[in-house]
């Protein structure tokens, strides 16, 4: 059971709007077991459209359309479809009876063009047709068309409640599909690549796909199979193989971030934290406070960017400032014990860097960022030089003063300047 996607659309093609609808059709279908062979985005062309349909039903068995459906001079989806499967165009009376309910009741003037909405090619049936939102299907030559609206929350309703579950039943068994991702940080792919090239022969019909999903490195593992319980039990074994050999820059798996698994284990152990934020300008408090429960462990942050802020918020002293500067491990230091005592944590995390794409110099280029980390027992600072525009800096700073908390509470080395 293979199908094809097509979504239609000016503001696709133009780069206007990102293909939301494609992404997440792809990734229902696959989830499912079945295979997507294409995915086609084309403008409103009654050209290229109907070329795009006629091919896709020469060789899939279903196929995906969204975008057209609505009541603009350049929704013509309906029309293109009757050209090109000579299917004439007629008014629906049970869409026609749904406009009109619709128009009523929001006081609206009911026009001919939100009346063409109903017109439909012959043979097609409407998919949800109680509901608030409205698609159609048909079938040319034994292949399974479902239109749908481009809105993506209309689009994701109908594909989850309708398309899926019509589309499964055309299957006489499908087969068990699994993923599973891993997330990395602190290597690049390249390196996780060559880490793993002993592992890629001993997969067996397992397929890993190596994606940079900035500052990350995602590693997905998908493996198809007969029996949920085998392909579950192969899945765990590459899992606990790939960790094996990347070891602790493996931080997360599935739709977990860094900051859900700080969080977790702050919370396990009892440990509260403050942070100090001078390039990152309280982008960590605000990951840390995306994570529900975060008051039962972040006392609080503060963003001080000016050299009188470290002094008066922080306790820096003004000679660190004046001798080593404010980028620099001894500000780093002072800032992290700074917090620490202001908050009254076990953990005191601090961030001062140069984030670009001004402020650099020969001695201190753009991209150089110290973190520091203070607890009872243990102080540490470290310099990184990250690339990048001043968003990817700011992001890596921050990425990396959550992976020291994760690693410190787990008792393992801090990552070395990268």
Same mark, same amino acid.
């Given at each position: 059971m293979y199908g094809e996607i097509i979504t239609i659309g000016d503001?696709?093609?133009?780069?206007?709007?990102?293909?939301?609808?494609?992404?997440?059709?792809?990734?229902?279908?696959?989830?499912?077991?079945?295979?997507?062979?294409? +995915?086609?985005?084309?403008?409103?062309?009654?050209?290229?459209?109907?070329? #795009? =349909?006629?091919? #896709?039903? !020469?060789?899939?068995?279903?196929?995906?359309?969204?975008?057209?459906?609505?009541?603009? /001079?350049?929704?013509?989806? *309906?029309?293109?479809? #009757?050209?090109?499967?000579?299917?004439? =165009? *007629?008014?629906?009376?049970?869409?026609? &009876?749904?406009? /009109?309910?619709? +128009?009523?009741?929001?006081?609206?003037?009911?026009?001919?063009?939100?009346?063409?909405?109903?017109?439909?090619?012959?043979?097609?049936?409407?998919?949800?047709?109680?509901?608030?939102?409205?698609?159609?299907?048909?079938?040319?030559? &034994?292949?399974?068309?479902?239109?749908?609206?481009?809105?993506?929350?209309?689009? /994701?309703? =109908?594909?989850?409640?309708?398309?899926?579950?019509?589309?499964? *039943?055309?299957?006489? *068994?499908?087969?068990?599909?699994?993923?599973? +991702?891993?997330?990395?940080?602190?290597?690049?792919?390249?390196?996780?690549?060559?880490?793993?090239?002993?592992?890629?022969?001993?997969?067996?019909?397992?397929? =890993?796909?190596?994606?940079?999903?900035?500052?990350?490195?995602?590693?997905?593992?998908? !493996?198809h199979g007969e029996d949920a319980s085998v392909v579950s039990e192969k899945l765990d074994r590459i899992e606990t193989e790939i960790t094996g050999i990347l070891g602790d820059y493996v931080f997360a798996t599935e739709n977990l971030e860094m900051e859900d698994v700080v969080a977790e284990k702050l919370t396990e152990k009892g440990t509260t934290i403050g942070l100090a934020e001078s390039c990152t300008g309280g982008l960590i408090c605000d990951r840390l406070t995306n994570v529900a429960g975060s008051s039962h462990y972040f006392q609080g942050g503060i963003v001080c960017y000016s050299n009188r802020s470290k002094e008066d918020l922080l306790a820096v002293r003004k000679e660190t400032l004046a001798r080593y500067g404010a980028v620099s491990p001894e500000t780093a230091r002072e800032m992290a014990k700074g917090v620490r005592a202001c908050m009254k944590t076990d953990l005191g995390v601090a961030v001062t860097g140069i984030a670009g794409p001004d402020g650099g110099s020969k001695e201190k280029p753009v991209g150089t960022v110290h973190i520091g980390l203070s607890s009872e027992n243990d102080l540490f600072t470290q310099q990184y030089r990250f690339r990048g525009s001043r968003t990817q800096v700011k992001l890596n700073a921050t990425m990396m003063a959550l992976d020291w908390v994760r690693r410190y509470i787990d008792g393992h080395s801090i990552i070395p300047g990268i």
């Open positions: 503001e696709l093609t133009a780069g206007r709007t990102v293909d939301l609808n494609a992404w997440y059709a792809a990734g229902k279908i696959a989830s499912s077991g079945l295979g997507i062979t294409r +995915v086609t985005s084309v403008g409103d062309n009654a050209e290229m459209v109907s070329e #795009a =349909l006629k091919r #896709a039903c !020469l060789s899939s068995r279903f196929v995906i359309v969204t975008g057209g459906l609505g009541s603009t /001079r350049d929704d013509i989806t *309906s029309e293109i479809v #009757a050209r090109a499967f000579n299917r004439p =165009l *007629s008014a629906n009376l049970e869409m026609l &009876d749904k406009i /009109r309910c619709f +128009v009523k009741k929001r006081g609206m003037e009911i026009t001919s063009s939100i009346e063409k909405m109903a017109n439909l090619p012959d043979g097609a049936t409407l998919i949800h047709p109680k509901g608030a939102v409205c698609g159609y299907s048909l079938v040319e030559k &034994d292949v399974h068309l479902y239109f749908l609206p481009g809105v993506p929350d209309q689009m /994701r309703y =109908l594909m989850d409640t309708f398309v899926l579950p019509d589309i499964l *039943s055309l299957c006489h *068994s499908v087969p068990v599909m699994k993923h599973r +991702v891993l997330k990395i940080y602190g290597l690049n792919e390249p390196i996780i690549a060559e880490k793993l090239k002993c592992l890629e022969k001993n997969t067996g019909k397992a397929v =890993l796909g190596f994606y940079p999903h900035f500052p990350e490195n995602h590693i997905t593992i998908t !493996l």
